[in-house]
């Protein structure tokens, strides 16, 4: 009941029944090795922030991925993990803070694989030196585009060598100051003649710009996809950017019926994930907290015994029957 005055509250954002996740995660066990987990950071291993700066991995989180590196250093072939995410390789690796994944920065331009019990302090990600040249105009944006709107306090500008992003999730109007960001990249490239080649990415409250020609998510899952030959690969995200992996996924499971492919779309504490996102999610998590649980979970099931698993067929990570309501 509402009282009178008093705004209405939102509908709770769907979720998927943990006896779904748990039928997922039985069919990922079973299919054939390696198993491979590529994870968002922001929003799916962290609570989403306003502050860019603020997020750090849950601690739910990182016990489980600390216990899924050491199951696949113990196992050779058996499992891999991959940290996939818009910030850079030394940031998201400084956040999470556990060795034996691969990071994938900047939306896959970079990658760096922190051993077990490295220092990510330590750690030395590579980058196509082809996309060089697009440094010196990304950094032209990122000073440029500040200064034309006055250096606003909800504005943080990540630097990311031949990219750069925008956000703007500390405004008090998120679609308002997105669109005052697009506006003053425009009159930047005015002002200083700017020609160019980067191009606008998804993304709900950042303007991000990289590379027209880097790709982004799904051309990094793919990649992932090709150097490990999994028989099994679930996908962890919550944004807009996070499409193109979930794609990269079902476009896999779709070309080889063998694959066990799973996509799991994650709430964030202040709104739900996008429609499009949940649209191609086979599960879908309540937040962040609830993605340690499943990979807590899915590290349980990976140590059981092979006779202690049971069996469960792969069309159960196939169903698709949490949807976003009409």
Known sequence: MTLAGEPARPAPAPVSPWSEVEASIAALVEARPPLLVVADFDGTLAVGTRDPAAAMIHPRSQRALRSLAALAANRPGRLDLAVLTGRVVADVAARTRVGGVEYLGDH????????????????????????????????????????????????????????????????????????????????????????????????????????????????????????????????????????????????????????VGVTVAVHGTARPAPSELLERADLVLAGAPEVGRLLAALGRRLGLPAKGRGTVGSGLARSRSRRPPA
């Not at 006055?150 to 943080?156: I, K, Y």
């Open 108 to 259: 896959g331009l970079q990658r760096a694989q922190l051993p077990r019990h490295g220092r990510p302090e330590g750690i030395r990600p590579i980058s196509d030196p082809a996309f060089d040249a697009h440094r010196d105009p990304a950094e032209a944006l990122a000073s440029g585009v500040a200064r034309e709107l006055g250096d606003p306090t909800w504005l943080f500008v990540e630097r990311k060598g031949p990219s750069v992003a925008f956000h703007v999730r500390q405004a008090d109007d998120v679609t308002v100051a997105r669109a005052a960001v697009v506006d003053a990249i425009a009159a930047v490239e005015r002002r200083l003649g700017l020609v160019h080649d980067l191009a606008h990415y998804r993304g709900r409250s950042v303007v991000d710009l990289r590379p027209r020609d880097a790709g982004g998510k799904r051309e990094a899952v793919e990649r992932l996809l090709a150097a490990h030959r999994p028989g099994g690969v679930v996908s962890l995200g919550d944004e807009l950017s996070d499409i193109d992996a979930f794609e990269a996924v079902l476009a896999a499971r779709a070309a080889d019926p063998r694959l």
